[in-house]
């Protein structure tokens, strides 16, 4: 049981380049999420989906966009890196249908340097 | 002021002693309360949830106060695998999600 697949584990971009980072969950959960963590910030929530075909924002949205054509996948993507975007970004998902729907699994993470 | 509040430490502690972490946060509606666990480049862990009445987990104990909006972790007879950043979690349910707000975490390590 693979639980959330995050691809690529690492990525060096220029600015001004375009990527996108995948995320797969095999447990059928309805909610998945996109985060950043930098150091001494926490993680932050960027986008965020409760459902195939729903997107939202969450705390740090600018610069991100996301999809949610399947369940199982939420794509993040970076129209035009800035360094600013030089970031470990996880994603996780959760079932809000059992006993622990407020617990997040997250992925192994994907390191992103922008130059 | 941070809606979720930890001292970022580090705490160098000997095996075998007994630490406590503690944590604030800001929305006094919050609902539900966590300790995640996340080891140096890995990916967060769920620690254990945290209720009002305090729950324990072997060695580990949590405690919730909501009068004072605080949470702590305290840890006995520590291991050297217990080395890591404990991260503290809240639950507002903003929007329609089961939102989590982390903290930034503190830091444990435990010397031999």
């Known amino acids: 049981n693979a639980g959330v697949t995050q691809t690529p584990k690492f990525r060096v971009l220029k600015t001004g380049q375009s990527m996108t980072l995948l995320c797969a969950q095999d447990?059928?959960?309805?909610?998945m999420y996109w985060y950043r963590q930098d150091p001494g910030m926490g993680l932050r929530l960027i986008h965020y989906s409760v459902g195939e075909g729903t997107t939202a924002k969450g705390e740090v949205p600018d610069g991100y966009n996301v999809s949610r054509l399947k369940k199982q996948n939420f794509l993040l993507g970076l129209e035009s890196a800035a360094p600013s975007q030089t970031s470990v970004y996880f994603c996780?998902?959760?079932?809000?249908?059992?006993?622990?729907?407020?617990?997040?699994?997250f992925g192994a993470g994907t390191r992103l340097s922008v130059l | 002021r941070k809606e979720v509040e930890q001292d970022p430490g580090p705490f160098n502690v000997p095996e075998g002693a007994t630490v406590a972490f503690n944590c604030t946060y800001s929305?006094?509606?919050?609902?539900?309360f966590f300790w995640y666990r996340q080891d140096c480049r890995k990916e967060p862990k769920l620690l254990m949830s945290?209720?009002?009445s305090g729950n324990e987990d072997g060695r580990f104990t949590a405690q919730l106060n909501r009068a004072s909006q605080y949470i702590s972790l305290l840890i006995r007879d520590s291991k050297l695998s217990d080395s890591a950043t404990y991260l503290c979690v809240v639950n507002n349910r903003a929007g329609s999600a089961r939102q989590l707000t982390f903290g930034s975490g503190t830091q444990l390590t435990v010397l031999p």
């Open positions: 447990m059928n959960h309805e909610y």
């Open positions: 929305n006094s509606a919050s609902q539900s």
């Open positions: 945290v209720y009002s």
């Open positions: 996780a998902s959760s079932d809000p249908d059992t006993r622990a729907k407020n617990i997040q699994y």
